[in-house]
């Protein structure tokens, strides 16, 4: 059984930062790939930061220079450090591993969620 579990959400101030840790735990051989999505209310997930297996990164334009992803494959864990936030930051932030692998073959995985409020 995976589980992936994200910590480190919260009400912050416009400017403000944030931290967010996300673990995966259970029976795993390998991640291709980890990310952050999030969701705003009303609105489709999108794409925030991805970071591979290498350290190769990938981020949305509108986070570009303020937010930046890391991973510590020991961990299984990846992380986002969210700079100078804005109140369009504002969402529902879901960890993801892609093409993670293990007994039962590879597929992606998410985590449950962690609500992040940035107010003016």
């Known amino acids: 059984q995976v589980r992936l579990v994200e910590s480190g959400g919260g009400l912050v101030q416009a400017g403000g930062f944030l931290r967010l840790s996300c673990a995966a735990s259970?029976?795993?051989?390998?991640?291709?790939?980890m990310g952050w999505y999030r969701q705003a209310p009303g609105k489709q997930r999108e794409l925030v930061a991805t970071i591979t297996s290498t350290g190769s990164t990938n981020y949305a334009d509108s986070v570009k220079g303020r937010f930046t992803i890391s991973r510590d494959n020991a961990k299984n864990s990846v992380y986002l450090h969210m700079n100078s936030l804005k109140l369009e930051d504002t969402g529902v932030y879901y960890c993801?591993?892609?093409?993670?692998?293990?007994?039962?073959?590879?597929?992606?995985?998410w985590g449950q969620g962690t609500q992040v409020t940035v107010s003016s």
């Open positions: 259970g029976s795993i051989f390998s991640i291709n790939a």
């Open positions: 993801n591993a892609a093409r993670l692998r293990n007994w039962n073959g590879e597929r992606d995985y």
